[in-house]
């Protein structure tokens, strides 16, 4: 009703061109987009002759070694649905015997979150089924799967077009991955690690007659291993290949800055190894010793091609808006279908990434210090250009004349000044909807067609992160995530400079938590609580004060807080700001 509401103001005083014939775009897609959509399927594969198979479905894969009397999960999926149905293809097709240990190749969510299924947390807790990761994997974790989840949750949702519908929708597919089906619970069964790999180092054991080597890579991310069999030839490669793409250098979703040097040095190393065999844990199984270095070989030069030539460009004045046009496509010997082909990932967005993360933002132009404020900028910009009738002309002849890009840049000019100026969003949409059609990078068509449904009031901001913001999987993180989590929730203009502080006793932990707020910066600390005023509860009722779900007050008077410093408790939380935010990226 708000929308319509705002359409029908706008209409009166500005035109709205719901029913020009060049705001209708056409469905299409390219040719080889929709052939790439065919590598992904939901199967299991046995690889060779190997005790090691890969359950394969839309999104990601899972591998399974099978040793004498257990079998090893390498990842477990996004969620419980995904596990669950991967465990029903385990006995049916592979075996029935345990699961004794799991290997996680690397923090991101679509490979850890489905332990729960395949073991008993207690037997993990207790010591019987091992779970490997790196060493910095929990660091990894807060850093980027913590700090910045409402953000990164919003936009993932637009670079995978989780609102996408009718042929947008089933022709759409992620290109490292295939499709991600629909959002659902994504309810999480994630375990916490118990054992570990050195960063830059490396680990042999061996579960049920199986040999495995673990070793450090930290490419695609920085808490990433990978794992060799070397009795059976086989390299679980991970994401360091990202499935049958141009790799993502940089996420557009948003990601600290992908160490190119690392990824180059992890796809170096992989080839040492003798492997018959390569397991990606996105897209298919590869196979030949020669196959495997050649596309190991070939990737690790479009990275490094990509890197040094834009830190070459960087050195020589050009600027991050530049980049993308002086680096060009990666050349023709660089292109190998479907490796290098850039369904996923691009270079020109890695270049730009590279740029800030080595030089910073600024291009050198001290004009960038204080810029006028979008808003009043765009409105000086569309009076120096006739005002906004002319723009929006403008913009409308050049849409029609082919030029997408210009129509949306102009656009953006009068929706800065005008969120409400529905010409120019229904404008704004139809050239995006001419470009998303056009480009066969899914995480370019995925921003397009999103951002398109945004401008024409089709999303909603409320659910569209449920796949990541799930209230019960914060309540199921680690106490130190859960408290890591609500520091950057901190709202200055309720917490001043107050000085507030508790210690947490939640059972099972072996330890108090510290939990101190100072000049609105909340500290987490294990032990060492000192003097401070004690509260007890337990690990429901800190995830029910986390995930916004329960007040101190409310479950004090049920009786699952207590302690003298339960009212400080109360104050604390009265400063973090935990309701969810709809964000926009278009309309702004």
């Known amino acids: 009703m708000r929308f319509l509401i705002a359409m029908l103001l706008a209409s009166a005083t500005t035109p709205v061109l719901a029913h020009d014939a060049h705001l209708n775009v056409p469905f299409s897609a390219p040719e080889n987009y929709t052939e790439h959509a065919k590598l992904f399927q939901e199967r299991v594969v046995r690889v060779g002759n190997t005790p090691v198979w890969q359950i394969e479905f839309q999104g990601m894969s899972l591998a399974v070694v099978e040793g004498r009397n257990g079998l090893i999960m390498i990842d477990t999926g996004m969620n419980t649905d ?117 960063v830059d180092g490396e680990r042999d054991i061996e579960i049920e007659g199986v040999k495995l080597h673990l070793f450090y890579t930290g490419g695609e991310a920085g808490s990433h291993i990978a794992a060799w069999l070397p009795d059976h030839k086989v390299l679980v490669s991970g994401d ?11 996420s557009m979703r948003g990601t600290k800055m992908r160490d190119a040097n690392r990824w180059v040095n992890a796809l170096r190393r992989m080839q040492r190894y003798d492997a018959e065999w390569m397991l990606p844990i996105h897209g298919p199984i590869v196979k030949g010793r020669a196959e495997i270095k050649s596309l190991l070989a070939g990737y690790e030069d479009a990275i490094q091609y990509t ?41 020109a967005d890695a270049a730009r990434s590279y740029y800030v993360g080595y030089v910073s933002w600024f291009s050198g132009d001290a004009t960038d210090f204080t810029p006028t404020p979008r808003a009043e900028r765009s409105k000086r910009e569309v009076e120096m250009m006739g005002g906004r009738d002319r723009v929006l002309e403008t913009a409308t002849q050049a849409l029609k004349g082919g030029d997408a890009q210009w129509a949306a840049e102009l656009t953006t000019m009068l929706i800065a000044m005008n969120q409400q100026d529905m010409g120019a969003r229904q404008l704004k949409a139809a050239a995006f909807r001419t470009l998303g059609y056009a480009t066969y990078n899914s995480n370019r068509r995925g921003f397009y067609l999103m951002g398109a449904l945004e401008l024409e009031g089709k999303l909603n901001p409320q659910g569209l992160t449920a796949r990541y913001m799930n209230p019960e999987n914060i309540k199921k993180m680690p106490v130190a995530l859960m408290l890591e989590s609500i520091r950057y929730q901190v709202d200055p203009a309720r917490a001043g400079a107050q000085d507030i502080g508790v210690a947490l006793n939640i059972a099972g932990e ?51 807080i207590s302690g003298e410093g339960a009212a400080d408790l109360a104050r604390i939380f009265a400063t973090i700001d935990l309701a969810p935010a709809p964000i926009n990226l278009v309309v702004r």
């Not at 360091?240 to 940089?250: A, K, M, S």
Request: include cysteine; charge should be negative; aromatic fraction near 8%.
């Open 307 to 347: 890197h040094d030539q834009t830190i070459r460009l960087i050195n020589k004045g050009v600027t991050e808006a530049e980049l993308p046009d002086a680096l060009g496509p990666l050349p023709e010997w660089l292109r190998s279908e479907p490796y290098t082909t850039e369904y996923y990932g691009t270079a």
């Open 510 to 560: 072996k330890a108090a938590w510290a939990l101190e707020l100072r000049n609105s910066v909340l500290k987490a600390r294990p032990g060492a609580a000192g003097a401070l005023p004690v509260v007890t509860l337990d690990r429901a009722a800190l995830g029910e004060l986390v995930a916004g779900a329960a007040s101190v007050d409310a479950l004090t008077a049920k009786g699952v």
């Open 82 to 198: 995904i596990a669950r149905a991967a465990l029903a293809k385990i006995r049916q097709q592979i075996s029935n015997k345990p699961v004794k240990a799991i290997i996680y190749t690397h923090h991101h969510p679509d490979h850890i979150h489905g332990a729960g299924v395949f073991v008993d947390r207690a037997d993990v807790e207790g010591g019987k089924v091992p779970i490997y990761a790196s060493a910095n994997f929990l660091k990894e974790m807060a850093d980027e799967g913590v700090a910045l989840l409402p953000i990164v949750a919003n936009r993932a949702a637009y670079m995978f077009g989780f609102s996408l519908t009718g042929e947008e929708a089933s022709n759409y597919h992620v290109g490292c991955c295939g499709g991600l089906g629909k959002p659902g619970k994504n309810e999480s069964a994630y375990i916490p690690p118990t054992q570990f790999v050195d």
């Open 240 to 250: 360091e290949v990202q499935g049958p793409t141009f790799p993502n250098l940089h």
